[in-house]
């Protein structure tokens, strides 16, 4: 087994730059997964790590030996690509088999991985099919197999399930995961889907134009946003985002929004870094948007009234769109709740979840981040 190291690793494509001085470390055994939007660098990365692409400037390590110029084959590495890459005329046995096969395995061992990485995946009965015989699910079970048979220091995955349903990748993402659990292996898991990257990874290293934005467990990530993008990227419904600005009433605190007006407190002060701006984005995630009661003649300090242009029940939950001043604001509520499109109605932020931002740096004023 091995871990994975970049240091300061930058990529150029002729003039063009798409990693920049990209450092993070992947421990041994870990489950990693690299996530960002189209175009971030997050496949070149892990490209990298295989030796598909060469490292322009900086040093890749696996285990504790530097890999630039170490061929692919070379580096102890099995990589699960998104179009599967099965080849159409051997069975799935064959498949699997055909990279030991060309290193010269003994034709009991080739056969004894083969078998183990079947059972493993459920795919004992697929054995003598060819790819066109089996579903999308099952040809990424044998994809994978083909990996495992390899038995490599760390497993890389690119995007591998993005040419399923829905339904699919929900269970093809547990497997994985049991898988990982399993085997006890690096792995390296890239995908542009936050929600996977929140439920496969140990921890998630976040990319955004071939910038390392922030690393660390996924709720970590979500409890403590270093910045603007993370925050609008990690969570689903996006955490939602009002312009204000700091104002201070004497010995008092308030955040002056186009919405409402919130009181700082010492006891929710103290869990910022004030004293550097006074123009600060608002943040709030869906489910700290908490409904209050219609009597307008105990409205709260901090309470605003949107008018709803939307509900999206989910089963369990409801996300409920509203319009407040000509913000767009996104509630998580209890589907029990009888909320309908036209309605307006009163809620209030859950000041122990607020999210502080500096408008100019757009970096997380909050001292956890």
């Known amino acids: 087994m091995a871990g994975v190291l970049f240091e300061a690793v930058s990529k150029y494509f002729e003039n063009v730059k798409v990693i920049d001085r990209l450092s993070f470390t992947i421990d041994d055994r870990e489950f990693v997964v690299i996530v960002g939007p189209s175009g971030c660098g997050k496949s070149t990365s892990l490209r990298m790590i295989a030796g598909l692409e060469t490292v322009s400037s900086g040093n890749v390590y696996i285990g504790d030996k530097i890999v630039n110029d170490v061929l692919p084959r070379d580096r102890d590495i099995a990589m699960v690509f998104q179009n599967y890459a099965l080849y159409p005329h051997m069975n799935v046995y064959r498949n699997m088999a055909f990279g030991l096969q060309l290193r010269k395995y003994p034709r009991e061992e080739i056969d004894r991985r083969v078998k183990r990485a079947a059972d493993i995946l459920g795919i004992n009965q697929f054995l003598d099919r060819k790819p066109k015989q089996l579903s999308g699910g ?42 990982h659990l399993q085997l006890n292996t690096t792995m390296i898991y890239v995908t542009h889907d936050q929600v996977e990257a929140m439920t496969m990874g140990d921890r998630i290293i976040i990319l955004k134009d071939g910038i390392l934005q922030q690393v660390g467990s996924p709720m970590q990530i979500y409890r403590n946003p270093q910045n603007l993008f993370v925050a609008g990227f990690i969570g689903s419904p996006a955490m939602n985002m009002i312009p204000g600005r700091l104002e201070r009433f004497g010995d008092s605190l308030a955040i002056k929004t186009s919405v409402c007006e919130i009181e700082i407190k010492p006891e929710i002060r103290n869990r910022f870094k004030l004293d550097s701006t006074s123009n600060v984005i608002l943040g709030i995630r869906p489910e700290d948007l908490v409904l209050t009661g219609n009597d307008d003649q105990n409205r709260a300090f901090g309470e605003l009234t949107g008018h709803v242009d939307l509900v999206e029940t989910t089963g369990a939950e409801s996300m409920v769109h509203l319009s407040v001043h000509e913000i767009e604001l996104v509630a998580r509520v209890t589907s029990y709740s009888d909320i309908r499109h036209g309605q307006t109605l009163n809620l209030v932020f859950n000041l122990a979840k607020i999210h502080l931002f500096d408008r100019d740096t757009q970096e997380s004023l909050c001292r956890d981040a």
């Open 138 to 179: 099952q040809r990424q079970r044998v994809a994978v197999g083909r990996a495992i048979v390899r038995e490599p220091a760390v497993f890389l995955f690119d995007e591998p399930l993005s040419n399923l349903d829905a339904k699919l990748r929900v269970q093809m993402r547990s497997e994985i995961r049991k898988l």
